[in-house]
């Protein structure tokens, strides 16, 4: 056998690092380059994770993704897992609000913060009289144009200033916190909601670039609040995809080494060297290497090389986040639990961020009989949150489903997953912040960072950000 003439080192094996072998290792013969995987766990997928028991399946983490892009679809269907594809199922097609002691149904064709149909809004509960006028009278609030190419907003303030704070409070407010945990008030516009500052830009307001989309689709989706009937998952858990990449990477000839890389370096003849514990000597001389794991460690691991990029990088904030699964007698639970989950508002003055229905959503996520619920806890808003013990955190989140869900006794399945710095926080500047990071990058040829951090923390911008790193590599290589 002929020794490989050039090696790939991925540093990382969540979604974005096996996205990225993925490519690399499709690019060149196998005998000629060689693809090495390292990760620390000895497990791939990174935080996703499934967990079956006693006939629960309980997501670690992500419980499903957006089909509405194609890069989660296209890897299912390329390694033939598409019939394990499952949409939500049609009754849990919407999102609750929990509102004076209730759950109230998101405003129908209202999307994240986007009015679609103005019948929805005249008869929502969620909202006092002045509140819908506010929100109706978007429309006429007039566009804000950037005085600088890299002038950027907070959800808040871009929020409250077109539909008013009532809307913000009650509604975009719960429901974007449901997506990135995040601080509304620090969330930048530009990177988490590019589309919707579009709107505003292009066509001069939400609602009317709400009907355009609309009308552009051929009509109003029976799908509201955060866009659940789009939503995919695999029957057998989220899991499934990142093993399967790992076992396909596997059969063309990737290596997965358990291990963990400190720092790089440059060597003499251009090429890259890792240092690191659990490494052997094929592993640690690279032409190619993307780093896939979350921005704090890519700062330490570049540190050596670059320490204006490792700055840039450190300077990307981490929430953690919790999620308690509880699992009950279905007679056990008084609510219909006729929809994907319910949001909590912050004025609620609530400790939980959060509560999905999971059984509703898919179906096989409970044993006969009973129902499945993930509680969310922590995030930006609430960092004390994640020093509660497991025993409080439990507590708590029974407490909250007895009282907004009417669930009663003992719980048959109880686990407590808890997520410290795992969520990347897209603050105001994250945009100009990746830039430098990508101009910083690309003074060290061969050299890509891929992963959540940068483009979108969702499961098809992951998979697409390890594939442009890996594009970006065999471009740039010496
Ligand atoms: C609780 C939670 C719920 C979510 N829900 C959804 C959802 O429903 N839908 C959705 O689309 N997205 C969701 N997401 C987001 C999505 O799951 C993540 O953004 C994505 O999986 C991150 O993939 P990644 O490869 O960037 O990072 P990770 O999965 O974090 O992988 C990074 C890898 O790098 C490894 N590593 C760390 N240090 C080193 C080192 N020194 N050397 C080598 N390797 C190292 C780690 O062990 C890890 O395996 C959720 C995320 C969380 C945390």
Redo the contacts with the bound molecule.
Sequence with gaps: MTAPRSHSLI?????????AADVLAGQVGASEHQVTV????G??????GTVHHDGWLV????????AARAE?VALVERLALHAELIGVEPRARRALVWHAGRGVPVPAGFRLMAPGRADGILTTALLSPWGRARLLFERFVPRRLPSTSDDDESLESFAVRRLGREAFDQLVQPLASGIW?ADPARLSMAAACGDFLAMEREVGSLWGGERARLRRQGGVPEATGARYGQ?VTLASG?ETLPRRLADNLRSRGVRFVT????TLERTDDARWRAE?AGLDAATTTADTVVI???AH?AA??VGHIDSSLAADLSGIDYAG?C?VSLGFARDRVAHPLDAAGMVIPRVAGRRILAVSFSSSKFPGRAPPGCVLMRV?LGGALDREAMDLSDDAMIDLALSEVGQLLGAQGEPKLVRV?R?NH???QYHVGHVARVARIEEAVARHPGLAL????YTG??????IS??QAAAAHCLKTRR
Excluded: K, N, Y
Excluded at 38 to 41: F, N, R
Excluded at 43 to 48: E, I, P, S
Excluded at 61 to 66: Q, W
């Design positions: 540093i990382g094996a969540g979604l974005a690092g096996l996205a390292v990760e620390p766990s497990r791939v997928g990174g935080v996703l997501e670690r983490s992500a419980d499903c993704f957006l989660a945990t939503f989220m291990g963990s890389i400190s690191g896939a794991t979350p460690v330490r691991i986040s999620i969310f997953e997520w795992a969520m990347p891929a992963g959540a951090a923390v969702g499961i098809p911008q992951v950000s390890g």
